[in-house]
């Protein structure tokens, strides 16, 4: 756990930077011009963007990862739907979790969840990353990830097809334009 | 060399210390050598009989002996067959010297050995855990009496 304390207090930092010396910028520390852009339709608009560039993390953790590459080559041109594998979480809007979880990576995983800018949503990727596959009792593996990240869709299949991927990431649009997403607080 | 002119080789050299030894099949030999000279029949089938290739190391759990077994498998560039040797530990604090002097590689097999096993290697160069988090160090997973598997059902599964 000394990782995610670590993540906490960088990111105490980078807020802790004074942006009033920026001129003509202003600080607020309330929500609420975020949370009455939320009540009108330009939190509609505000979501066609981001239901349309839906970049994901190539964060391959198993052999479901590999479907994630083939996903993001040329063949299946994920590109129609504005999804684009990206390296840097800082980059990225979805956390792919494509394998098994053990006890020694979840700090890593945090750690990228805690990475990745707002807004960011989060797939759950194969048998394994959904209930542990045939890891499931392990001595070393996670179990119910939902308890650590919030989960909008889940793709069952060991490993699920590179379509089942696309389809999953359709999903998610809908759920972002009907406001249904797990990572917007409405 | 054979098989029998090798067990024949060892138990000279050591006969106090390789016991049980017998041929499983043309190419494989199967010993028990005392834990404490350990090092020191390594030290002779590499040096003197050409066993330059420790293929494996590894540990194995007989809660109904009380025993811990440390498996040595060793192979041969020279000589077509390949020896097992066991060395047998008390379970509640196996302690062997380590082979890490002998055979450089079994440096990464010791330590996963020890994590998983708890079996203590004295004198290894850097003996801490391998592959596990710290928060299971100490808690042997790979013994038979292991408790700690997730007993909370996965939500997504019912």
């Known amino acids: 756990m000394d990782e995610i304390e670590q993540t906490n207090v960088e990111q105490n930092d980078v807020l802790n930077v004074g942006y009033t010396d920026v001129p003509g910028t202003m600080l607020t520390e309330s929500n609420a011009i975020c949370d009455f852009i939320k009540k009108t339709k330009i939190q509609d608009v505000l979501n066609w963007g981001r239901k349309n560039s839906l970049w994901f993390t190539v964060n391959a953790m198993g052999c479901c990862g590999v479907e994630l590459l083939a996903t993001g080559m040329a063949h299946y041109d994920t590109d129609r739907f504005g999804i684009i594998p990206r390296n840097s979480p800082r980059h990225a809007d979805v956390l792919i979790i494509s394998g098994y979880v053990t006890r020694k990576y979840l700090p890593a995983l ?47 299949g060991c490993p699920p097809r590179c379509e089942a991927l696309i389809q999953a990431f359709v999903e998610l649009q809908k759920k972002i334009e009907a406001k249904k997403d797990k990572g917007t607080e409405y | 060399m054979d098989a029998n002119s090798i067990i024949s080789s060892l138990t000279g050299k050591f006969p106090e210390d390789i016991y049980d030894a017998s041929v499983e099949s043309d190419i494989r030999i199967v010993a028990k050598v005392k834990p404490e000279n350990v090092v020191e029949v390594c030290r002779y089938l590499k040096e003197d009989l050409s066993f330059g290739h420790l293929c494996c190391e590894l540990g194995a759990d007989y809660p109904d002996r009380n025993e811990i077994e440390t498996v040595y498998i ?60 710290e928060e299971l160090h100490g808690e042997w997973p790979w013994r038979k009496d292991y408790k700690g598997f997730p007993n909370k059902t996965a939500r997504n599964l019912v």
């Open chain 1, 110 to 156: 945090k750690r990228i969840w805690d990475q990745m800018p707002a807004p960011k949503w989060c797939i759950c990727f194969g048998d394994c990353a959904i209930s542990g596959g045939p890891f499931y009792e392990s001595y070393s593996t996670r179990q119910n990830i939902e308890d650590y990240f919030p989960v909008d869709v889940y793709v069952p």
């Open chain 2, 74 to 133: 060793i192979g041969s560039y020279d000589h077509p067959v390949v020896i097992t040797m066991k060395a047998l530990l008390p379970r509640d604090n196996p302690e062997i010297e380590s082979i890490v002097a002998v055979y450089w590689n079994a440096n990464w097999y010791e330590r996963e050995t020890y994590e998983m096993y708890g079996v203590k290697y004295l004198n290894h160069p850097d003996l801490k855990p391998l592959l596990l988090p």
